[in-house]
């Protein structure tokens, strides 16, 4: 009977906690995720994609077999697990380790003590990432790691959360938190921490939080052991239940081991089954929705078949990880979970090969394929099985492969033209496969399978994969070679592949001739633009039997460029033929005589050089230096942050985990696909989506006294609403609501706009088409930079001149990892309490009130952390909080809003992109004499406060002294999402553009481009014209000592020496090395504070700043605890512990200011010194009085006192900058080491070292953290971050697919960073310096080392072959991601070499 499929009833555990759900009663498209974050008290797991391309939702789960009663627990992406596939399963979320209660967990303790977060918004992922790769290093059997480690090893430390994001650290400091644990690690390399000091004798793991082999946790509670053995059948009827006990926390006495590994196979044969069978026995009516769990194949056709009869969608799944690639567009009505019949799970050994259940997970493939491979049944196994195994590791992430299954991928490269890399390689290795169609069961090719019509899942189920055994012949004396190939932005996964390809053949040696011979060849390619994977057979015929030399590699490569034809639409088409033209290169060039093959015959012995094969196997090293002050305690300490240990035990509240009040209803935003048009009608879609629609919020709900305002800033307004017009892709329509955020998402996808366009303009949409249609933005006189020198003169006395040089920057979103959000609670008499996850909450707190026609005073915005800004919440952050509280004010409910990935990526807006031109004049010698620069900014429809970019642009520009400059910037209106202010604003691209013009400078004169650097520092004198209200005393100028200071410890000249080298013996990898320095100009702003002194002694803090993972509360906290110890003359202990700092709330402290321009820290900590000074001065008469009674007096009876005394204990100020602290400069230099694979254009940054001048620093691991994190953020932006829209501007890198930020495998190697204590300064907080946003700029290094890389492939190409093209005169705009640095090396280098060897035979 199909209804005896029905899942009736779910029982699960989570974190120890029995839960029990009916089967109608969550709907069956409920995910893992939401079903804890809505349905329990835990909010550990995030929601930063919902498309299992972040991490941040990751969770444990754990498997019970009670036959052999082993428990087996992997991690896994909760926002893609559907809730009820997890029947008889344990969850484990980050609050399971460890929480405030029961006390954290050593991961939680060790993320904290090595300052492993900012925001804390991916951490709960991280942390559980990390204890998954502990728990299954532990549970191995490797033999025993000494006391206090884990079985798991350095090099897996850094793979163990691979797949997880984070946006603010720059990752350095989480693995060395992970590293810890390694069996292998030496202590002495791992990063500043609080467990031990500089200058301590030894580091020791017993000053690490103490950690239990095995994690120390039971994933398993006996409860549920107990009852899927007794296999109740008696359970009762309540909805949801959870069970009586008090809070049950899953740690485990230290000497228990949870342990073994079980098959989903072995669970089906298990007990498991009849439980499950059991619960179905129940006498429950059958219901047309739910979810379906058919436990053998007739069973599933019987259910299809019922369900076709039925008028009802319906959904087949296994991991339903394809849920992250191609979203939902509906809902369904049933849910067919086909992982329980048995043939899909089998796993037979035969002696041809191995059967794979289609249903099993790739990282059990990955399991059996390697213990196939050290099995003695089969001894060439290690040929195939071992490629594939490691191919396979590089597929998705860990916490996807666990759980997405193998079947799954193929059903994706065969249906849907997924550019799967498991397609691939099992076409190479000649795989077949096993179908069931309808009651016939059919083996063929996966080949044949491939191109067959899409699987239809109503008649045919993929039942297995069979993986042939490959041998070499001993007697035919030939061996067998195969090899697989990916290339993708992320080396670990995470990315899909741009081109992918398995090639497998017979070599065998040809006496005659000396060279050597392939036969029975495979040679497999896909994701290149190709409907599926396909064999190229026309150059296997090619090349089988024929000599392999290089006439006949040519040969096949021309017949492989005809082969591979991407499909038209594809991106990038001449990169992926180039790229798999390179592979089968890769493949043959060893195997022919002559030829110089992409290996590396070039070893650097050096010591300050990488030297190894595969970089990307490189362990990850770092070195920090920073210098603590004790001058103004406990200020200037590398103090672990404030509350970090609730941010990784997930119990930091940000606006979504905020308990959502009764009647709360959910709204997402319906946009414009258009750039201008009229919005002639608005309908949705009939489905069950829309269904769920309540009602659509849009202009004609604003109140009539209200107006159509979504943002604001010192130069305008711009609406909420396009309304009638739209003006720009991506601009807000309404807003749809429901019942759940998942609903009104779906809901929202169902809309259908009709536009109008007749009688409009066509939309500008190119900073080109605004000069013609001269649409610009105002930059008022005053924030206009100011010009130097007279340009005609300097250019008249240089020797060399360069004029209109283009250099293009492009965009970058800024993926903070908590997209933008608000939470609208209507108050009593017309008011509005909304908790909005903003860095402006006063402006936004204007712009609501102006939205909804009411006093300011009646709207409070509420903001207690956000996960994640870089500027993107400020003006970015207004209509969300705005739209939230129209639709909260209109139906009188609560209403939050937080917006999915994709939508907050196409609406949100980004970093301004430019196009600059410039003419510059230069001496033989380097020195340039002038510099004019046309700058087109993109401003995007509305001004935001896009009119300060120019000076941001013209301040970074002026750290080299151009002898005279000039500009002319544009500010460009165009009709595409508002541009707003990212971290660096300005100066990012303004210090490329320099950078490039140096560059360009020192290749038109042959010159090493640091001499050039060095040629055009300023002088004191000079950067007092090009600085006059920054440049500050000549003491404070140290760019020329920092410079110095780098060069000689990075070892610059030596390792440019030896790249040198290694350039001239590598013909397929090159190296470039840059360095390049940083002024950066701060203007710290007036900032309100409140320190106030409970009666028992606790300490509240309030400030204008925002928490946004800059640690500002922990500076706060440190400058509250130094100031009010200032009553006491060597200070006063345990201050700090008693200061609380609250959230910012625009009702309690006005003027609040924005959160940003990186001086927010050190004006909160002004104000909040000048609070405290205050109150010292109303207490030092009170002590005065309790020292004359006693010698010792402590706070508590200070306050006891005071208090009694009636002294006022809260003190309230405004700080305001004077005229001498209102601006500064920061000084920094970074040199970067790159290498780049010629055949992929794949970068790897091997090194870069930072000094950043902190001035003083109030907290030293904060401030390393704020530059390392800042550093790798520009990083993303120089290379890797493609933002890209489509002809009509709508953006369309809009997901974790299109939008590869960096992850753990693309940051430096080897990263050293030195945080500077350059003194004494009178007019800074305490002489500090500000470090949120300089180092971004010092990322361009990278781009500058990538630059010199590609002229030195150019140089090497252009030699060899005589190509006339000059090889030093190139543009290298931003980004530049491994396909640009292909083409700029050539698309067609092998076939120019291997003519050019034919030639030579
Ligand atoms: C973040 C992320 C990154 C990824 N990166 C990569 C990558 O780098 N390379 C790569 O190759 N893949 C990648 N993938 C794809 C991933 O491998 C697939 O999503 C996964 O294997 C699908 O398996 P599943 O069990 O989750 O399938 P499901 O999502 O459950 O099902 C997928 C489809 O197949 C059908 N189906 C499943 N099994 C069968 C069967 N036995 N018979 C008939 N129909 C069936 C379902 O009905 C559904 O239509 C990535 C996925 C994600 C989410
Ligand atoms: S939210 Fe699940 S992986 Fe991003
Ligand atoms: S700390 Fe990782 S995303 Fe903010």
């Given at each position: 009977?199909?209804?005896d499929?029905l899942?009736?009833?779910?029982?699960?555990?989570?974190?120890?906690?029995?839960y029990?759900v009916a089967?109608?009663?969550v709907d069956?498209?409920?995910?893992?995720?939401?079903?804890?974050?809505?349905?329990?008290?835990?909010?550990g797991?995030?929601?930063?994609?919902?498309?299992g391309g972040?991490?941040?939702?990751?969770v444990?789960i754990?498997k019970?077999n009670?036959m052999?009663?082993e428990?087996t627990?992997?991690s896994a992406?909760?926002?893609?697990?559907?809730?009820?596939?997890?029947?008889?399963?344990?969850?484990?979320?980050?609050?399971?380790?460890?929480?405030t209660?029961d006390?954290f967990?050593a991961?939680?303790k060790?993320?904290?003590?090595?300052?492993?977060t900012?925001?804390?918004?991916?951490?709960?992922?991280?942390?559980?990432?990390?204890?998954?790769s502990?728990v299954?290093a532990?549970?191995?059997?490797r033999?025993?790691?000494p006391?206090?480690?884990?079985?798991?090893?350095?090099?897996?430390?850094?793979k163990?959360?691979?797949?997880?994001?984070c946006?603010?650290t720059?990752?350095r400091p989480?693995?060395?938190a992970?590293?810890?644990?390694?069996?292998?690690?030496?202590?002495?390399d791992?990063?500043?921490?609080?467990f031990w000091?500089?200058?301590?004798?030894k580091?020791?793991?017993?000053?690490?939080?103490?950690y239990t082999?095995?994690?120390?946790?039971c994933?398993?509670?006996?409860?549920l052991?107990?009852?899927?053995?007794?296999?109740?059948?008696?359970l009762?009827?309540?909805?949801?239940?959870?069970?009586?006990?008090s809070?049950?926390?899953?740690?485990l006495?230290?000497?228990?081991?949870?342990?073994?590994?079980?098959?989903?196979?072995?669970c089906?044969?298990?007990?498991l089954?009849?439980?499950?069978?059991?619960?179905n026995?129940?006498?429950?009516?059958?219901?047309?929705?739910g979810?379906?769990?058919?436990?053998s194949i007739k069973?599933?056709?019987?259910?299809?078949?019922?369900t076709?009869?039925?008028e009802?969608?319906?959904?087949?799944?296994?991991?339903?990880t394809?849920a992250?690639v191609?979203?939902?567009?509906?809902?369904?009505?049933?849910?067919?979970?086909?992982?329980?019949?048995?043939?899909?799970?089998?796993?037979?050994r035969?002696?041809?090969?191995?059967?794979i259940?289609?249903?099993?997970?790739?990282?059990?493939?990955?399991?059996i394929?390697?213990?196939?491979?050290?099995?003695?049944?089969?001894?060439n196994?290690?040929?195939?099985?071992?490629?594939?195994?490691e191919?396979?590791?590089?597929?998705a992430?860990p916490?996807?492969r666990n759980?997405?299954?193998l079947g799954?991928?193929i059903?994706l490269?065969?249906k849907?033209?997924?550019?799967?890399?498991?397609a691939?390689?099992?076409l190479?290795?000649?795989?077949?496969?096993?179908?069931?169609v309808?009651a016939?069961?059919?083996?063929?090719?996966?080949?044949?399978?491939?191109?067959?019509?899409?699987?239809?899942?109503?008649?045919?189920?993929?039942?297995?994969i069979?993986?042939p055994?490959?041998i070499?012949?001993?007697q035919?004396q030939?061996?067998?070679v195969?090899?697989?190939y990916l290339?993708?932005?992320?080396?670990?996964g995470?990315?899909?592949s741009?081109?992918?390809?398995?090639f497998?053949g017979?070599?065998?040696f040809?006496e005659?001739?000396?060279?050597?011979?392939?036969s029975?060849?495979?040679l497999?390619?896909?994701?290149?633009?190709?409907?599926?994977a396909?064999?190229?057979?026309n150059?296997?015929?090619?090349?089988?039997?024929?000599l392999?030399?290089?006439?006949?590699?040519l040969?096949?490569i021309?017949l492989?460029r005809e082969?591979?034809v991407?499909?038209?639409?594809?991106?990038?088409?001449?990169?992926?033929?180039?790229?798999?033209?390179?592979f089968?290169?890769?493949?043959?060039s060893?195997?022919?005589?002559?030829?110089?093959?992409?290996?590396?015959?070039?070893s650097?012995s050096?010591?300050?050089?990488?030297?190894?094969?595969?970089i990307?196997?490189?362990?990850?090293?770092?070195?920090?230096?920073?210098?603590?002050?004790?001058?103004?305690k406990p200020?200037?300490?590398?103090?672990?942050?404030?509350?970090?240990e609730?941010?990784?035990?997930?119990?930091?509240v940000?606006?979504?985990?905020?308990?959502?009040?009764?009647?709360?209803?959910h709204?997402?935003?319906?946009?414009?696909?258009?750039p201008l048009?009229?919005?002639?009608?608005?309908?949705?879609?009939?489905?069950l989506?829309?269904?769920?629609?309540i009602?659509?919020?849009s202009a004609?709900?604003?109140?009539?006294?209200?107006r159509?305002?979504?943002?604001?800033s010192?130069?305008?307004?711009?609406?909420?609403?396009g309304?009638p017009?739209?003006?720009?892709?991506g601009q807000?329509?309404?807003v749809?609501?429901a019942?759940t955020?998942?609903?009104?998402?779906?809901a929202?996808?169902?809309v259908?706009?009709?536009?109008?366009?007749?009688?409009l303009?066509?939309?500008?949409?190119?900073v080109e088409?605004?000069v013609?249609?001269?649409?610009?933005?105002?930059?008022?006189a005053a924030?206009?930079?100011?010009?130097?020198?007279?340009?005609?003169?300097g250019?008249?006395?240089?020797?060399?001149k360069?004029?209109?040089i283009?250099?293009k920057?492009?965009?970058?979103?800024y993926?903070?990892?908590e997209?933008?959000?608000?939470l609208?609670?209507?108050?009593?008499d017309?008011?509005?309490?909304v908790?909005?996850?903003s860095?402006?909450?006063?402006l936004?707190?204007t712009?609501?009130a102006?939205?909804?026609?009411?006093?300011?005073?009646n709207?409070?915005?509420i903001?207690?952390?956000?996960?994640?800004?870089?500027?993107?919440?400020?003006?970015r952050?207004?209509?969300?909080?705005?739209?939230?509280?129209?639709c909260?004010?209109?139906?009188r409910c609560?209403?939050?809003?937080y917006?999915?990935?994709?939508?907050?990526?196409?609406?949100?807006?980004?970093r301004?992109?430019?196009?600059?031109?410039?003419s510059?004049?230069?001496?033989?010698?380097?020195?340039i004499?002038a510099?004019?620069?046309d700058?087109?900014i993109?401003?995007?429809?509305?001004e935001d406060?896009?009119?300060?970019?120019?000076?941001g642009?013209?301040?970074s520009l002026?750290?080299?002294?151009?002898?005279?400059?000039?500009?002319?910037?544009?500010l460009?209106?165009?009709n595409?999402?508002?541009?707003?202010?990212?971290?660096?604003?300005?100066?990012?691209?303004?210090s490329?553009?320099?950078?490039?013009?140096?560059?360009?400078?020192?290749?038109?004169?042959s010159?090493?481009a640091n001499r050039v650097?060095?040629?055009?520092f300023?002088?004191y004198?000079?950067l007092?014209?090009f600085y006059?209200?920054?440049?500050?005393e000549?003491?404070?100028?140290?760019?020329?000592s920092?410079?110095?200071?780098?060069?000689?410890t990075?070892s610059y000249?030596?390792?440019a020496?030896?790249i040198?080298?290694f350039?001239k013996?590598?013909?397929?990898?090159k190296r470039?090395?840059?360095?390049?320095?940083l002024i950066?100009?701060?203007?710290?702003?007036?900032?309100?504070g409140?320190?106030?002194?409970?009666?028992?002694g606790?300490?509240?803090?309030?400030?204008?700043?925002?928490?946004?993972?800059?640690?500002?509360?922990?500076?706060?906290?440190?400058?509250?605890?130094?100031a009010?110890?200032?009553?006491?003359?060597?200070?006063?202990?345990?201050?700090?512990?008693?200061v609380r700092?609250?959230?910012t709330?625009?009702l309690?402290?006005?003027?609040?200011?924005?959160?940003?321009?990186?001086s927010?820290?050190?004006?909160?900590c002004?104000a909040?010194?000048?609070a405290?000074?205050?109150?010292?001065?109303?207490?030092n008469?009170?002590?005065n009085?309790?020292?004359l009674?006693?010698?010792t007096?402590?706070?508590?009876?200070?306050?006891s006192?005071?208090?009694?005394e009636?002294?006022?204990?809260?003190a309230s100020?405004y700080?305001?900058?004077?005229?001498?602290?209102?601006?500064?400069?920061?000084?920094?230099a970074g040199?970067?080491?790159?290498?780049?694979d010629l055949?992929?254009?794949?970068?790897t940054?091997?090194?870069?070292d930072?000094?950043?001048?902190?001035?003083?620093?109030l907290?030293p691991?904060?401030?390393?953290?704020?530059?390392?994190?800042?550093?790798?953020?520009?990083?993303?932006?120089?290379?890797?971050e493609?933002?890209?829209?489509?002809?009509?501007g709508?953006?369309v890198?809009n997901?974790?697919?299109?939008?590869?930020i960096?992850?753990?495998?693309?940051i430096?190697?080897?990263?050293?960073?030195?945080?500077?204590?350059?003194?004494?300064c009178?007019?800074?907080?305490?002489?500090?310096?500000?470090?949120?946003?300089?180092a971004?700029?010092?990322?361009?290094?990278?781009?500058?080392?990538?630059?010199?890389?590609i002229?030195a492939?150019?140089k090497e190409?252009a030699d060899?072959?005589?190509?006339?093209s000059?090889?030093l005169?190139?543009?290298?705009?931003?980004?530049?991601?491994?396909?640009?640095v292909?083409?700029?090396?050539?698309?067609?280098?092998?076939?120019?070499?291997?003519e050019?060897l034919?030639?030579?035979?």
């Amino acid at each position: 009977m199909a209804s005896d499929a029905l899942l009736k009833r779910l029982v699960f555990a989570l974190n120890g906690r029995r839960y029990e759900v009916a089967g109608g009663d969550v709907d069956a498209s409920t995910t893992l995720l939401e079903f804890i974050r809505t349905r329990t008290p835990f909010r550990g797991p995030k929601l930063g994609c919902g498309e299992g391309g972040c991490g941040a939702c990751v969770v444990l789960i754990a498997k019970y077999n009670p036959m052999t009663d082993e428990v087996t627990q992997f991690s896994a992406s909760s926002c893609l697990t559907l809730f009820y596939s997890l029947n008889f399963c344990s969850v484990i979320t980050t609050e399971g380790l460890g929480n405030t209660r029961d006390g954290f967990h050593a991961i939680q303790k060790r993320i904290s003590g090595f300052h492993a977060t900012q925001c804390g918004f991916c951490t709960p992922g991280m942390c559980m990432s990390i204890f998954s790769s502990l728990v299954s290093a532990d549970n191995s059997k490797r033999p025993e790691p000494p006391n206090g480690f884990s079985k798991l090893i350095v090099s897996e430390a850094e793979k163990a959360f691979s797949g997880n994001l984070c946006r603010c650290t720059g990752y350095r400091p989480i693995v060395d938190a992970c590293k810890s644990f390694a069996s292998d690690v030496d202590l002495e390399d791992l990063g500043l921490n609080i467990f031990w000091k500089k200058g301590d004798k030894k580091s020791d793991v017993g000053k690490l939080p103490s950690y239990t082999l095995g994690g120390g946790i039971c994933t398993f509670p006996e409860f549920l052991k107990t009852e899927i053995k007794s296999s109740r059948d008696n359970l009762d009827d309540a909805n949801i239940t959870v069970s009586k006990d008090s809070w049950y926390h899953p740690r485990l006495p230290s000497n228990i081991l949870c342990g073994g590994i079980c098959t989903f196979l072995d669970c089906l044969k298990s007990g498991l089954k009849s439980s499950r069978d059991h619960l179905n026995d129940a006498n429950i009516t059958d219901s047309k929705q739910g979810w379906y769990h058919p436990r053998s194949i007739k069973q599933y056709y019987e259910l299809v078949n019922s369900t076709l009869s039925g008028e009802c969608s319906v959904k087949v799944v296994v991991g339903n990880t394809s849920a992250g690639v191609y979203k939902d567009q509906d809902l369904y009505n049933k849910y067919i979970d086909i992982e329980g019949i048995p043939e899909l799970s089998y796993i037979i050994r035969k002696d041809g090969g191995i059967e794979i259940g289609a249903a099993t997970t790739i990282s059990r493939s990955i399991e059996i394929l390697e213990q196939e491979n050290n099995s003695k049944s089969s001894p060439n196994g290690s040929v195939v099985f071992k490629k594939l195994a490691e191919h396979m590791s590089k597929v998705a992430t860990p916490f996807v492969r666990n759980t997405a299954s193998l079947g799954g991928n193929i059903i994706l490269a065969q249906k849907y033209q997924f550019p799967s890399d498991i397609a691939t390689i099992l076409l190479g290795a000649g795989s077949t496969v096993c179908l069931q169609v309808v009651a016939e069961r059919r083996h063929i090719s996966l080949e044949e399978f491939l191109e067959q019509p899409p699987l239809d899942p109503t008649t045919t189920l993929l039942l297995s994969i069979f993986i042939p055994h490959w041998i070499s012949d001993t007697q035919a004396q030939t061996s067998l070679v195969f090899q697989t190939y990916l290339a993708a932005p992320r080396p670990l996964g995470n990315a899909v592949s741009y081109v992918n390809s398995a090639f497998l053949g017979h070599v065998c040696f040809d006496e005659s001739s000396g060279d050597l011979v392939l036969s029975n060849l495979h040679l497999a390619f896909g994701a290149y633009g190709t409907e599926h994977a396909l064999r190229a057979r026309n150059v296997e015929k090619f090349l089988t039997g024929k000599l392999l030399t290089a006439s006949s590699v040519l040969g096949a490569i021309q017949l492989l460029r005809e082969t591979i034809v991407p499909t038209k639409g594809t991106s990038h088409p001449e990169y992926r033929i180039s790229v798999a033209v390179g592979f089968l290169f890769s493949f043959l060039s060893p195997l022919a005589k002559g030829m110089a093959v992409p290996g590396k015959p070039f070893s650097i012995s050096s010591a300050n050089s990488l030297d190894t094969d595969d970089i990307y196997n490189l362990t990850l090293s770092s070195r920090r230096e920073t210098t603590s002050g004790d001058e103004y305690k406990p200020i200037g300490e590398p103090m672990k942050k404030y509350g970090v240990e609730l941010q990784a035990s997930g119990e930091a509240v940000y606006v979504d985990d905020i308990p959502a009040p009764k009647n709360c209803l959910h709204g997402e935003f319906i946009y414009s696909t258009q750039p201008l048009a009229f919005v002639k009608n608005i309908k949705f879609k009939s489905s069950l989506a829309s269904e769920k629609i309540i009602t659509v919020v849009s202009a004609k709900d604003i109140p009539s006294k209200g107006r159509n305002i979504g943002s604001m800033s010192m130069f305008a307004e711009e609406p909420l609403f396009g309304d009638p017009i739209v003006e720009f892709a991506g601009q807000a329509l309404g807003v749809v609501i429901a019942e759940t955020q998942r609903y009104a998402d779906m809901a929202a996808k169902q809309v259908v706009i009709e536009y109008d366009t007749v009688d409009l303009n066509s939309p500008i949409l190119t900073v080109e088409q605004a000069v013609q249609n001269k649409s610009y933005f105002n930059v008022p006189a005053a924030l206009y930079p100011k010009q130097v020198g007279d340009f005609s003169k300097g250019m008249a006395e240089a020797d060399h001149k360069l004029l209109s040089i283009q250099v293009k920057l492009a965009s970058q979103y800024y993926f903070y990892m908590e997209t933008q959000t608000a939470l609208a609670i209507p108050d009593e008499d017309n008011t509005m309490v909304v908790y909005s996850s903003s860095q402006y909450p006063e402006l936004a707190q204007t712009v609501i009130a102006k939205c909804l026609g009411v006093p300011f005073g009646n709207v409070r915005v509420i903001t207690r952390r956000v996960g994640g800004g870089f500027g993107g919440k400020a003006y970015r952050s207004f209509p969300v909080a705005t739209a939230a509280a129209l639709c909260a004010y209109k139906l009188r409910c609560p209403v939050q809003m937080y917006l999915n990935r994709n939508t907050d990526m196409i609406m949100v807006g980004s970093r301004h992109p430019m196009k600059a031109h410039y003419s510059v004049g230069f001496k033989s010698d380097g020195k340039i004499t002038a510099l004019h620069l046309d700058l087109l900014i993109d401003g995007g429809i509305s001004e935001d406060l896009s009119p300060v970019i120019p000076s941001g642009v013209i301040s970074s520009l002026k750290k080299y002294n151009w002898g005279a400059l000039s500009f002319d910037i544009k500010l460009c209106k165009t009709n595409n999402t508002s541009k707003s202010t990212m971290r660096a604003p300005g100066d990012t691209q303004g210090s490329l553009i320099a950078e490039a013009i140096i560059e360009h400078v020192a290749s038109v004169l042959s010159l090493d481009a640091n001499r050039v650097r060095e040629k055009n520092f300023h002088t004191y004198d000079s950067l007092q014209l090009f600085y006059p209200d920054s440049a500050g005393e000549a003491s404070t100028y140290t760019l020329h000592s920092i410079f110095d200071r780098l060069v000689s410890t990075s070892s610059y000249l030596d390792r440019a020496e030896s790249i040198k080298q290694f350039n001239k013996c590598n013909k397929w990898w090159k190296r470039g090395i840059s360095c390049v320095p940083l002024i950066f100009k701060v203007e710290p702003r007036a900032a309100p504070g409140r320190v106030s002194v409970l009666n028992d002694g606790s300490i509240v803090v309030e400030v204008g700043g925002i928490e946004i993972g800059q640690g500002l509360w922990t500076k706060v906290q440190q400058m509250t605890a130094f100031a009010l110890g200032q009553l006491w003359p060597e200070g006063c202990e345990g201050l700090l512990e008693r200061v609380r700092v609250l959230q910012t709330d625009t009702l309690n402290l006005i003027q609040s200011g924005v959160t940003g321009g990186s001086s927010t820290s050190e004006s909160s900590c002004a104000a909040t010194l000048q609070a405290c000074k205050l109150l010292v001065n109303r207490l030092n008469p009170v002590m005065n009085k309790l020292q004359l009674q006693s010698s010792t007096v402590s706070w508590d009876n200070l306050i006891s006192q005071a208090s009694q005394e009636n002294v006022n204990l809260s003190a309230s100020v405004y700080w305001v900058p004077d005229q001498g602290s209102n601006s500064y400069l920061n000084y920094g230099a970074g040199i970067s080491e790159v290498e780049i694979d010629l055949l992929t254009g794949a970068i790897t940054i091997l090194r870069s070292d930072l000094v950043y001048d902190c001035g003083r620093s109030l907290n030293p691991a904060v401030d390393l953290g704020q530059i390392e994190g800042s550093f790798i953020q520009g990083v993303g932006f120089f290379i890797y971050e493609e933002h890209q829209t489509n002809s009509d501007g709508l953006v369309v890198s809009n997901s974790t697919w299109d939008y590869k930020i960096p992850s753990v495998d693309t940051i430096p190697k080897q990263f050293n960073v030195e945080v500077l204590n350059t003194g004494y300064c009178k007019d800074r907080v305490l002489s500090s310096k500000a470090s949120g946003e300089p180092a971004v700029v010092l990322a361009s290094s990278v781009h500058c080392a990538l630059r010199e890389a590609i002229r030195a492939a150019r140089k090497e190409f252009a030699d060899s072959t005589g190509s006339k093209s000059s090889p030093l005169t190139f543009q290298l705009d931003v980004p530049a991601p491994m396909t640009v640095v292909k083409e700029l090396c050539g698309f067609d280098i092998v076939e120019r070499y291997l003519e050019s060897l034919s030639t030579m035979n």
